[in-house]
């Protein structure tokens, strides 16, 4: 059971606008700051989104990120069949004093 | 650009140690970030081991404190993991990885490319 609590799967056409939430507690995403990752088949996850909306350069802006309160949201707009993938949020735990993850959703471009 | 590439056995037996290391490149493990392990069991999500400055603050996930030491040596620009007393339930993808976390930034920049650890007899 994942501390952060995301959907297990999410699905959209190409084109399309698609939103994964990620939802946590005061501990976590109440205080600390969100990112997320990208984990395409086989790779190692890659960094989405950090302080809850800044993306690294060079990254596309399709890909945006957002929070309120104790929840956050990934969003990719246009999207795109290579943006299939596993995607997942996570921040810092004051009460556990670490990095906690949510569960993982996968993405399926339909 | 920095690179992380973990290094050790592929398989190692229930009750045994896992010992991994994380050879950094391309920039130095006395910057101001922390570097330390996330795996990944087979179909399943990311869990944080824990993590390490190069001065030897330390995290580790309540979880598996007990079995979990992580280092630094400065000296070779690598940190290293050991889990004692393995089971099954530690088979997985390991990978090494950089953080920032402070009053403000929290995130994981850079990931090695993973290796996976099989628990069998």
């Known amino acids: 059971q994942s501390v952060l609590t995301q959907p297990p799967s999410a699905s959209g056409t190409p084109g399309q606008r698609v939103t994964i939430s990620c939802s946590g507690s005061?501990?976590?995403?109440?205080?600390?700051?969100v990112s997320w990752y990208q984990q395409l088949p086989g790779t190692a996850p890659k960094l989405l989104i950090h302080s809850n909306s800044q993306r690294p350069s060079g990254d596309p802006d399709r890909f945006s990120g957002s929070k309120s309160g104790t929840s956050a949201s990934l969003a990719i707009s246009g999207l795109q069949s290579e943006d299939e993938a596993d995607y997942y949020c996570?921040?810092?735990?004051?009460?556990?004093?670490?990095?906690?993850f949510g569960g993982g959703t996968k993405l399926t471009v339909l | 650009q920095l690179q992380l590439q973990e290094s050790g056995p592929g398989l190692v037996k229930p009750s045994e140690t896992l010992s991994l290391t994380c050879t950094v490149s391309?920039?130095?493990?006395?910057?101001?970030?922390?570097w330390g392990w996330i795996r990944q069991p087979p179909g399943k999500g990311l869990e944080w081991i824990g993590n390490?400055?190069?001065?030897?603050?330390?995290y580790h996930n309540p979880s598996l404190k007990s079995r979990v030491t992580i280092s630094a040596d400065t000296s070779r620009n690598q940190f290293s993991l050991k889990l004692t007393s393995v089971t099954a339930a530690d088979t997985a993808v390991y990978y090494c990885a950089r953080s920032r976390q402070n009053s403000y930034y929290y995130y994981i920049d850079v990931w090695g490319k993973g290796t996976t650890v099989t628990v069998s007899s």
């Open positions: 005061s501990s976590n995403i109440g205080g600390n700051t």
């Open positions: 390490t400055y190069y001065s030897g603050s330390a």
């Open positions: 996570a921040t810092w735990d004051d009460s556990l004093n670490g990095w906690v």
């Open positions: 391309g920039g130095s493990i006395t910057s101001s970030y922390y």
